[in-house]
């Protein structure tokens, strides 16, 4: 990076946290700490839930999964509207009309304290563990950019986190997540752009998307009926309901979000702005990736983006076999260059015969270079366990800092950081928030006063950041951070959406057997998880119906026991 | 828990929109509704175009 890389860098996000601090310097009450002023319009709370939702993982690593495998991920988001449509009119009006300050408050009150508690213990489990995912990819960027070891890049990052958002709280977490979007947009479009501009001259539009197309990158919708297939339009379209419902309808980090609207029309309105433009925006991101995988086809990548395992290959300079797959990578990719100018200049004259040809001898040699990757891969993994490969995440930062401009590369980083700081401090104020109402307000110090609470979600909301980072230190055995972030929420949103919906349509259904039920349905995922490969996206719905059905059950077979133990009594 | 009262007030003038084109709530949800499905058919387009 260069100085005006720094310059752009350090300005921006200082002055969004100057910004936030300064126009946050009256909040000292409870209240606005956790849910901010209530005066949230209802572009700044649509900002703020997209924000939330768009971590650094959405910036960094939707494009390495574009450029790996194209844009069938986009289909993890077909259920997001319908979702969004479900909870701003049925979700959204029962939380505002008991004012809660977090969502398992309602379960309290329409259930008992142990449901209520295992509601938040669900939340925390797997947000808390989530949140140390959303701190490792600031760390990739950090660690890939200054060459820093990704353990020291964690903790700093992290750290800086924590004192940004136990300073701040929800009020200026909202207040400072519109202007950390507005770079990270500026960025991914100057990005979007300038992949564009680097692309071969003489490769049109319509070339570009049949060279993708050609190495399956543009399959957007896979109609598969196998539920074996991770991501299909049916696994989207109902899994991804009630994912997404799930996500959206009861994970604090979102209902904190919306329930600082002025007024049910402002939170509905953020609500219906996401429903509109998430899917547009992530078809770009991940179109951002295919782009990518193009002007690859055209310049030598590395036989790793991961620069970790790069750096293993250049201090092993006696390592002949490695070194023989970097050699046999470059040359087969070369190979597969020539072919696809031989197959460009064929398309161009209108000679279908050999523009066919030559697209075959492309895909074969991009494929052999494929298998060489591989087995580079395993030899590394055998040598060094801490040499895994995670490569999809590194692709975009790597095309970034050897790619772009200067200035630029300060603006996407800064991008990068500004997702990292928006979603971070949106969870751990959420992990803080429910930790004090939901556990040591209602269990431990039941008399606290706003002031003696306040105090306690800066400590809870320092203490879940620590928990993070800890995680995160782990975080680089997960094959693909975007993948993992959604894989842990499918593990634990099903049967925290069961809680709800039981809550809200089967009025009949008590705290005791939905609170049972809810734990066999949980018990049913992680032995479902570990034995049924499956896509993830079904465990929101099997979980979701189980504890639903469950309940119904138990709740019948308790009232038979309570009438039979009556007619005994008698 | 809090009383609310203030609260109900405010959201019974919330039945409407405020949108000049969309007055209801249903109007919205199905606006919502039309850009998915269009959505869904271009990306529908490109997957079958370019495969």
């Not at chain 1, 008992?112 to 701190?135: E, H, M, P, S, Y």
């Not at chain 1, 820093?148 to 207040?175: K, Q, R």
């Not at chain 1, 959604?486 to 919906?501: A, R």
Request: contains cysteine; aromatic residues 14%; proline residues 2%.
């Amino acid at each position: 990076m260069s100085a005006l890389d720094f310059v752009v860098l350090i300005g921006s996000m200082l002055g969004i946290a100057a910004y936030g601090v300064w126009h946050t310097r009256g909040n000292r009450g409870l209240n606005t700490y956790l849910k901010g002023d209530s005066k949230t319009a209802w572009f700044a709370i649509g900002l703020s839930v997209m924000a939330t939702q768009a971590s650094a993982i959405t910036f960094l690593s939707t494009p390495g999964q574009g450029y790996l495998d194209g844009l069938g991920f986009v289909q993890i988001y077909f259920g997001l509207p319908i979702a969004l449509i479900i909870i701003a009119a049925v979700f959204l009006p029962m939380f505002r009309r008991l004012n809660v300050y977090t969502a398992y408050e309602y379960l309290g009150r329409r259930f008992d304290t142990k449901t209520r508690l295992l509601g938040t213990a669900l939340f925390l489990v797997q947000r808390g563990l989530g949140a140390g995912l959303t701190i490792y990819a600031p760390s990739i960027v950090l660690a890939t950019v200054f060459a820093w070891p990704l353990d020291l890049t964690i903790i700093s990052s992290g750290l800086v986190v924590i004192v940004y958002t136990v300073m701040g709280g929800s009020s200026a977490v909202t207040v400072t997540q519109k202007y950390q979007l507005a770079v990270i947009f500026a960025g991914m479009v100057t990005a979007f752009c300038l992949v564009v501009f680097k692309l071969p001259a003489g490769l049109s539009f319509t070339d570009t998307f049949a060279l993708a197309g050609g190495f399956q990158k543009l399959n957007a919708v896979d109609f598969s009926t196998d539920v074996h297939q991770r991501y299909t339009f049916w696994s989207g379209l109902l899994g991804g309901t009630f994912l997404m419902l799930a996500y959206f309808g009861t994970d604090q980090s979102q209902v904190q979000r919306y329930l600082g609207g002025a007024s049910l029309r402002e939170g509905r309105l953020g609500l219906m702005f996401n429903a509109i433009c998430k899917i547009p925006m992530q078809f770009f991101i991940l179109l951002l990736g295919v782009l990518i995988f193009v002007f690859y086809q055209f310049e030598q990548p590395p036989l790793f983006f991961n620069a970790t395992l790069s750096h293993y290959l250049a201090a092993h300079p006696s390592d002949e076999r490695l070194h023989a797959y970097e050699t046999g990578y470059q040359s087969l990719h070369d190979q597969a260059n020539q072919q696809l100018k031989d197959w460009l200049k064929a398309r161009h004259d209108g000679d279908r015969a050999a523009a066919a040809a030559a697209f075959a001898g492309a895909l074969t040699a991009h494929q052999q270079g494929e298998n060489i990757r591989e087995e580079a891969e395993k030899s590394l993994s055998q040598i060094s366990a801490t040499t895994t490969a995670t490569d999809a995440d590194y692709v975009f930062i790597t095309f970034i800092l050897h790619q772009l401009p200067h200035g630029v590369i300060g603006l996407l980083v800064a991008a990068f950081f500004g997702a990292a700081l928006s979603s971070k401090a949106a969870e751990l104020n959420a992990l803080g928030s429910s930790t004090t109402v939901d556990f040591y307000r209602s269990i431990i110090k039941r008399d606290a006063t706003d002031q003696h609470s306040l105090l306690a979600t800066k400590w809870f909301t320092a203490f879940w950041g620590l928990v993070a980072i800890a995680f995160a230190l782990y975080a680089h055995l997960v094959e693909n951070l975007i993948q993992a972030v959604n894989i842990l929420g499918s593990i634990f949103y099903g049967v925290m959406l069961g809680l709800f919906v039981v809550a809200f349509f089967i009025r009949h259904v008590g705290g005791s057997a939905v609170f049972w039920s809810a734990l066999v349905s949980q018990a049913l995922i992680f032995f479902l998880y570990f034995t049924l490969p499956i896509s993830y996206l079904w465990y929101p719905l099997i979980g979701c119906a189980a504890c639903v059905i469950l309940s119904i059950f138990l709740q019948s077979f308790f009232k038979a026991v309570a009438e039979t133990g009556n007619r005994n009594r008698t | 828990m809090k009383p609310s009262t203030a609260n109900e007030s405010v959201e019974s003038e919330a039945d409407e929109t405020g949108l000049p084109w969309l007055r209801t709530w249903n109007q919205v949800y199905l606006l919502v509704i039309i850009h998915f499905a269009i959505w869904i058919l271009l990306l529908v387009a490109l997957t079958d175009c370019f495969s």
